[in-house]
T-cell receptor, first 113, second 111 residues
Framework: NAGVMQNPRHLVRRRGQEARLRCSPM?????VYWYRQLPEEGLKFMVY????????ESGMPKERFSAEFPKEGPSILRIQQVVRGDSAAYFC???????????FGQGTRLTVV | GESVGLHLPTLSVQEGDNSIINCAYS??????FIWYKQESGKGPQFIID?????DKRQGQRVTVLLNKTVKHLSLQIAATQPGDSAVYFC??????????FGKGNQVVVIP
């Protein structure tokens, strides 16, 4: 049973471009979380999704950031018009419904140049 | 903001000794807690979890203690090994099922 898969592992974008980060949850998991981590810091919650539904996006910046988890296919975190401050590691986790373990992927390291 | 915090930023421990990592949480409605280990360049790795109806849970070389009265969580690692060197995070889930993390605690194992 494959774990949570994130791709790409590393992504370099120029300022103003778009970044698309993908997350395939563990098989059977219907809940996905996205987190952002700066060097030497903790994981900051961004968004929590179920299939076709955003449950909690209170950690997402209001502009340029969006997330989806379609019925088929991976969850996508999309950052439009990237700026240098968007450079970070973005982690995805998946879980079964309520109060079960959440497993993380290896992250996507976004560098904006 | 996040409701979970860790006390000591860095813990240095001699190989073979026991490690204790502490965590305070502020959301009394949280009913599920997880400890994660994160090695450099990798994603957080699940270590052990505990539900709020328990006060202690043991795994292989690890024990998690939960004190709901003072909203405190701890992770004990027995016979610490070099491979235990990492950053450890506690996380909590409340009624909204959102997983909230603390800032992390670096454990350095001295051979």
């Amino acid at each position: 049973n494959a774990g949570v898969m994130q791709n790409p592992r590393h992504l370099v974008r120029r300022r103003g471009q778009e970044a698309r980060l993908r997350c395939s949850p563990m098989k059977g998991h219907s809940h996905v979380y996205w987190y952002r981590q700066l060097p030497e810091e903790g994981l900051k919650f961004m968004v929590y999704l179920q299939k076709e539904n955003i449950i909690d996006e209170s950690g997402m910046p209001k502009e340029r950031f969006s997330a989806e988890f379609p019925k088929e296919g991976p969850s996508i975190l999309r950052i439009q018009q990237v700026v240098r401050g968007d450079s970070a590691a973005y982690f995805c986790a998946s879980s079964l419904p309520k109060n079960t373990e959440a497993f993380f992927g290896q992250g996507t390291r976004l560098t904006v140049v | 903001g996040e409701s979970v915090g860790l006390h000591l930023p860095t813990l240095s421990v001699q190989e073979g000794d026991n490690s204790i990592i502490n965590c305070a949480y502020s959301n009394s409605a949280s009913d599920y807690f997880i400890w994660y280990k994160q090695e450099s360049g990798k994603g957080p790795q699940f270590i052990i979890d505990i539900r709020s109806n328990m006060d202690k849970r043991q795994g292989q070389r690890v024990t998690v203690l939960l004190n709901k009265t003072v909203k405190h969580l701890s992770l004990q690692i027995a016979a610490t090994q070099p491979g235990d060197s990492a950053v450890y995070f506690c996380a909590e889930k409340g009624g909204n099922n959102r997983l909230a993390f603390g800032k992390g605690n670096q454990v350095v194992v001295i051979p």
